[in-house]
């Protein structure tokens, strides 16, 4: 599977280079839409939503729809504060309820 993603991520390079990169360098891909293929490996790992990460902090992978990346001031901005805040009713919504979101095209 890692090999037929990887075959993809590289396609799509290929015919949008000014939209999409697959190198994992992200003084590289600054600007452009990470597609990352890296994760398709029985030995990749990847943090759930609403896990907490190990960092200073206690930071939480909050999903976010698509218009909130406007204010994204950086991927741990989420503390635990702001998921109890969203699950009292302050904005949450359950993932299966959110929009379906879509890449554009360049």
Known sequence: MKSYAGALA???VAATPEA???TMSKAK???KIFIDYFRNDYTATAI???GVRARAGAP???PIEWKELKTLKSASQ???KD???RVKGKGWKSPSSMTPQTLPMG
Request: charged share 25%; hydrophobic share 55%; aromatic share 14%.
């Open 10 to 12: 590289d396609e799509m």
């Open 20 to 22: 999409y990169i697959a």
């Open 29 to 31: 891909r600054a600007g």
């Open 48 to 50: 759930a939503d609403y």
């Open 60 to 62: 939480v992978a909050l």
């Open 78 to 80: 989420f503390s635990m």
């Open 83 to 85: 998921v109890l805040e």
